[in-house]
T-cell receptor, first 116, second 112 residues
């Protein structure tokens, strides 16, 4: 158990469906992240939340909608996705400390999303 | 914009060999550098974290070095084992939220 739990592990959805990915961290961290990992490409940062506030949206299409109700939970709401959105979606958390130091980032096992 | 490059993209070695994986980054203004391991279809497992003020970190058979001024890091794996087979990812922390920028990874295969 890594301390970061993602559900579901696998998801198949149609282009007209609405679904949500869930991430929960048990590490007491104050920052959470969504990353997308497509085949043959580096991990791409999607969203960053610090103390429940969104601090970065990396030009992500509006069909992806993040939600961070508290510092332990992060959701990614999905609607009207495209087949090219099929990928491994990874959640991570870390503890942001002032003056440039911060702890390791811990990742969940990911949700393998297939859009049909 | 920060770019992270990992060389080689793939590496196959016989069991027992010592090996070095390379990572380079274009912007030396980083907070830290982290090495991860990823098994097929799985999430990332953190291996080592080097703060920008440090030169190296060691954990078991792994040793990571950081030369911030030249924008380079290496991951040294001693006495490789088949269980070390995985993709190794390098990531640098940047920006106000310390988010990570990743390289494309090195896919390592250790042959028994």
């Amino acid at each position: 158990e890594t301390g970061v739990t993602q559900t579901p592990r696998h998801l198949v959805m149609g282009m007209t469906n609405k679904k949500s990915l869930k991430c929960e961290q048990h590490l007491g961290h104050n920052a959470m992240y969504w990353y997308k990992q497509s085949a043959k490409k580096p991990l791409e940062l999607m969203f960053v939340y610090n103390f429940k506030e969104q601090t970065e949206n990396n030009s992500v299409p509006s069909r992806f909608s993040p939600e961070c109700p508290n510092s332990s939970h992060l959701f990614l709401h999905l609607h009207t996705l495209q087949p090219e959105d099929s990928a491994l979606y990874l959640c991570a958390s870390s503890q942001e400390i002032p003056w440039g130091l911060n702890t390791e980032a811990f990742f969940g096992q990911g949700t393998r999303l297939t859009v049909v | 914009k920060q770019e992270v490059t990992q060389i080689p993209a793939a590496l196959s070695v016989p069991e027992g060999e010592n090996l070095v994986l390379n990572c380079s980054f274009t912007d030396s203004a980083i907070y830290n550098l982290q090495w991860f391991r990823q098994d097929p279809g799985k999430g990332l497992t953190s291996l080592l974290l080097i703060q920008s003020s440090q030169r190296e970190q060691t954990s078991g058979r792994l040793n990571a070095s950081l030369d911030k001024s030249s924008g380079r890091s290496t991951l040294y794996i001693a006495a490789s084992q088949p269980g070390d087979s995985a993709t190794y990812l390098c990531a640098v922390s940047r920006g106000s939220a310390r988010q990570l920028t990743f390289g494309s990874g090195t896919q390592l295969t250790v042959l028994p």
